[in-house]
């Protein structure tokens, strides 16, 4: 069987990072079993959904690095929907109902005040012939329910409990009993997610559906309809959801940590998909040489049901350790779009100093451009500028001026470099003053230790 998985977002807004898990556990799946990986633009709600989040969606996916095969596009296969439709009401699977929202809210008020289930009374299966034509001459259109299994009505008595087992959760069940016959068709003719999806699913030969635990029930109707629609269906696998670092869900937060706002925070494709693949696993979180090592780690056995803590103070720590790690070749047209010179030195320098690309700015500027030295201690910096080498500066020059300053000062420690570093970076901390020199150059060391803007 060759895996065929599919991520399937609404083009409703921005991939926030609980799609984005959604995406990767598909992705590094197709990619560990050598599988297809496709998108499948959910956009049925003509209303809500645009062109621009489409784009949004494809670039946020390209610039993670997670390429998909195929783009299909629910908008554009209303035809099959129509099809698997007639044969659904061929079927009797599909019955016509002709209440309003307003008629539908009381009823299931009038439910919940005699203590039932909310659940839908079938009322539109019970219809005759002539009082639906007597509906239709009101003005009123119908939408179209999917008819879940169970024994009334005539109809061949299915068992109510839906159950799969589950590639992350384990067995399943799923009472369809105690679920309401979903609305597959709204009375505009659109078609609704449930339906489409299994329709999808079953033509574009889904193997596996990878996708959030708040799908769980859907995949008890969903079942039910391949069954209706003789199909066979895929593999299900549900993730837990994303909670914060303070142990709550992340749902009403998500809109705040799309993958926009990220890449403009400044952080690294890798790292971001190293974090949301890795948390809610039993894997530790470690930064990743690429998707490909990731996928490497894929096992379905490792996610855990339980919720997948995101925390931002993690991810950037992760950051930071990808940066670390990274080449120069790999970091060279980041640095280059910042406007950061300097080359393998400067960034073999600074790298260690960095949560984001963009901190390297500021190590740019300190080490090219001018700024205004801090003397803490005008006796070491003066004696360190009269110590310092004359002749061509090398990797050596550092060991041998500061041998000499020791010496001379009789310091060493924090009495010896902090004075230095402040004078010669203006900071407190930051990358080794050794491997800062050659890069700033003797000239403007000199004037920064004799207190000038340089
Ligand atoms: N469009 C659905 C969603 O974003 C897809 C769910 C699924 O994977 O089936 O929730």
């Known amino acids: 069987m060759t895996v065929t998985v599919r991520f399937a977002p609404s083009p409703t807004g921005r991939l926030h990072v609980g799609n984005i898990r959604t995406a990767l556990l598909n992705w590094l799946f197709a990619r560990k079993s050598g599988g297809t990986f496709l998108l499948r633009l959910d956009d049925t709600d003509l209303q809500r959904s645009t062109e621009a989040f489409a784009d949004g969606i494809r670039s946020d996916l390209d610039w993670l690095g997670l390429v998909w095969a195929r783009e299909e596009r629910q908008s ?36 919940l005040a005699r203590g039932l289930p909310p659940i839908y009374d079938r009322s539109g299966l019970k219809l005759t012939g ?58 505009d003719g659109s078609f609704l ?7 999808d699913d079953a033509e574009l030969g889904i193997t596996h559906v990878i996708r959030g635990e708040d799908h769980v029930t859907n995949t008890g109707v969903q079942l039910q309809l391949f069954e209706a629609l003789g199909k066979e269906p895929p593999a299900f696998g549900h993730h837990s959801l994303l909670i914060g670092a303070d142990g709550h869900a992340l749902s009403k937060r998500l809109g705040a940590l799309s993958i926009e706002s990220m890449r403009a925070e400044g952080l690294e494709p890798l790292a971001i998909a190293s974090y949301t693949a890795l948390i809610g696993t039993s894997d530790a979180i470690e930064a990743q040489h690429s998707l490909d090592e990731l996928a490497r780690h894929f096992s379905f056995d490792k996610i855990s049901t339980g919720p997948a803590r995101f925390d931002p103070e993690e991810l950037k720590a992760l950051n930071a350790r990808v940066l670390h790690a990274t080449p120069f070749e790999q970091a060279e047209a980041g640095l280059r779009r910042l406007g950061v010179g300097g080359g393998a030195g400067f960034w073999q320098a600074v790298r260690g100093n960095l949560t984001v690309m963009s901190d390297a700015v500021a190590w740019w500027q300190i080490v090219d451009g001018e700024i205004d030295p801090k003397v803490e201690d005008a006796a070491l910096v003066e004696q360190a500028a009269a110590l310092l080498p004359a002749a061509t500066w090398d990797d050596t020059t550092w060991d041998v001026w500061i041998a000499a300053l020791k010496t001379a000062s009789g310091r060493k420690g924090k009495a010896l470099f902090h004075p230095l570093r402040l004078a010669l970076t203006g900071r407190e901390d930051g990358p080794e003053l050794k491997a800062l020199l050659p890069l700033l150059g003797r000239e403007k060391v000199l004037a920064r230790l004799q207190g000038r803007r340089a």
Do not use: M
């Not at 035809?79 to 599909?94: I, N, T």
């Not at 369809?176 to 979903?182: A, E, R």
């Open 76 to 111: 554009a296969r209303t035809d099959r929907y129509v099809a698997a439709a007639e044969f659904l009401k061929k079927q009797g699977r599909l019955y016509a109902c002709y209440e309003t929202e307003d008629e539908l809210d009381r009823k299931r008020k009038r439910q």
């Open 130 to 187: 002539p009082e639906r034509a007597a509906l239709e001459a009101e003005g009123r259109t119908p939408h179209w329910r999917f008819r879940l299994a169970n024994s009334e009505d005539g109809f061949a008595p299915l068992p109510t409990i839906v159950s799969w087992n589950d590639l992350i959760r384990g067995d399943q069940t799923v009472d369809v009993g105690s679920l309401s016959d979903p609305v597959v068709i709204r009375a």
């Open 193 to 199: 997610y449930t339906f489409t999806s299994v329709v």
